[in-house]
């Protein structure tokens, strides 16, 4: 069969399993199985037959969705909340991960003007962060303690009220989303000017390790979910600006959908971030160098893992099931 003849056979079939997956309007399980069977089926015919098709990655894609829902009608998937984490978050992350990507060209793009901003200009930090906050940086520069910021009222008060702020940044860097990305984009860009330029001003002044070991013992995931926050921004607005097959209103509510998901998935981070920062980075100046590397290099390759690398493990694993169907 030609190609062209089977994708014509075929496609009413498959935007009607994509549409079901997209509005969950399966009557029962079984339904859903024997529809993702012969999607598998079809996978597997335009494997052998038509290797090089850009067909093969839209079912492939459509494959992976149907394994997603059906793994939340398995029998063992009564711990929501791991397999939340475990297995959905990761799914998702692989199936978005261009808006990722994204995230992270914008995030260095911006944090890099941030910092030729500052090299250019001896007013810039000073309009971004304030005059009181530099003077006050400047103080603790004098008096050996660049960081000293960080140092300032309880544990459990820096700890919360550290935490709460970081939240409300990333929960509106997602909601801005719904104006097609562009808030949170402006979200990003005004964060990441103000981390160039702060870091500029370090190492302008010739501390710019001990800023370092200091902000990124508790930075290294705080910024990181930041712009995993921002993505999931990006995933909403371009749900609204790029509906694809499906209404504008249907896409909206599965990129939303989408987007809770992976913001949620980055609280237990933010969290920990708050922690560090709270509990920890205080000590940065007494601890040695080791430690406090250790600490970074911990804290950033636990996030990074779980968003750059564990997704793609979980959906090799999908595939896997893909393959070989048992249910």
Known sequence: MREVAFIKQNKDKWLGFETAIFNNNFNNPDELASQYIQVINDLAYAQT????SKVIVYLNQLAAKGFQKIYKTKREDTHRILSFWKTEVPLLVHQYRKYI???FAIFILFTFIGVISAANDAEFVRSILGDQYVNMTL???ENGDPVAVYKSGSNWGGFIGITVNNLKVGIIAFILGVFGGIGTVYILFKNCIMLGSFQYFFYEKD???ESVRGIWIHGSMEIFAIVIEAAAGLILGASILFPNTHSRMTSFKQGAKTGVKIL?????FTFSAGFLEGFVTRYSNS???WLSVS????????ISFYYLVYPFKVYRKAQLSILNPAF
């Open 287 to 289: 601890m040695p160098n």
């Open 101 to 103: 990507y994204i995230a």
């Open 264 to 268: 949620i998935s980055t609280f237990p």
């Open 139 to 141: 103080e603790n520069i």
């Open 207 to 209: 501390v710019f390790w």
């Open 295 to 302: 600490i970074i290099l911990f804290t950033l390759g636990l």
């Open 49 to 52: 037959f038509y290797p090089k």
